[in-house]
């Protein structure tokens, strides 16, 4: 049981250039999130998904795609990087909405140039 | 709207110490509490959480919170400090809203920990 894996660890990206970022879940959780962090702002939610099929807008979902065609699956998607960018993203997967546990991945380290 | 305030942005104990790390929160109903902390180049794991009934929470690694609804708090404790606690500590509060949950996260509060 290998929980929430994400890939890559850390990648540079040229101004303009396009990325996925990868999450994969094997705890069969519906609900899907895809977070970013910035030094001293806490995390931020960008999008997140109730299951297969269905996702949604977070917090700070501008420059970023998403889609979920299965339950273990939700990569993040940049079409155009800007240094705005730049940030550590993680995903994370939970059992139900309102208290249930988030478990998160480790993080992609994404730096723009 | 709810948010979450941690007014510490960093603290340092020595080993063996005791640890108050502080939360304070803004929400309307009774919310659903939580503290994560983060190692370094690491995902957040949770520590502990409160959903209702008894107002003291353990959790793992000997942490423990308590729910003060009068001050709006839920401050994490530990009574005696390890070097491997050094990491950062977000507190969070969750509600359900509409379809998801919306994780409100703190700023975090880095601890470290001298011998």
């Known amino acids: 049981n290998a929980g929430v894996t994400q890939t890559p660890k850390f990648r540079i990206l040229k101004i303009g250039q396009s990325m996925t970022l990868q999450c994969t879940q094997d705890m069969n959780h519906n609900y899907m999130y895809w977070y970013r962090q910035d030094p001293g702002m806490g995390l931020k939610l960008i999008y997140y998904?109730?299951?297969?099929?269905?996702?949604d807008k977070g917090e700070v979902p501008n420059g970023y795609n998403v889609s979920r065609s299965t339950t273990e699956d939700f990569p993040l998607r940049l079409e155009l990087a800007a240094p705005s960018q730049t940030s550590v993203y993680f995903c994370a997967s939970s059992n139900g909405p309102g208290g249930e546990t988030q478990y998160f991945g480790p993080g992609t380290r994404l730096l723009v140039l | 709207a709810q948010s979450v305030t941690q007014p510490d942005i960093h603290i340092t104990v020595s080993e063996g110490a005791s640890l108050e790390l502080r939360c304070n929160y803004s929400y309307g109903a009774t919310p659903y509490l939580f503290w994560y902390v983060q190692s370094p180049g690491q995902g957040l794991q949770l520590l502990l959480k409160y959903f209702s009934g008894d107002t003291l929470v353990q959790g793992i690694k000997g942490f423990e919170a308590e729910f003060k609804r009068s001050q709006s708090s839920f401050n994490l404790r530990k009574p005696s400090v390890h070097w491997s606690d050094a990491a950062e500590y977000f507190c969070?509060?969750?509600?359900?809203?509409?379809?998801?949950?919306?994780?409100?996260f703190g700023t975090g509060t880095k601890l470290q920990v001298i011998p």
């Open positions: 969070a509060v969750g509600a359900r809203a509409g379809g998801y949950q919306k994780v409100t």
């Open positions: 998904s109730v299951g297969a099929g269905i996702t």
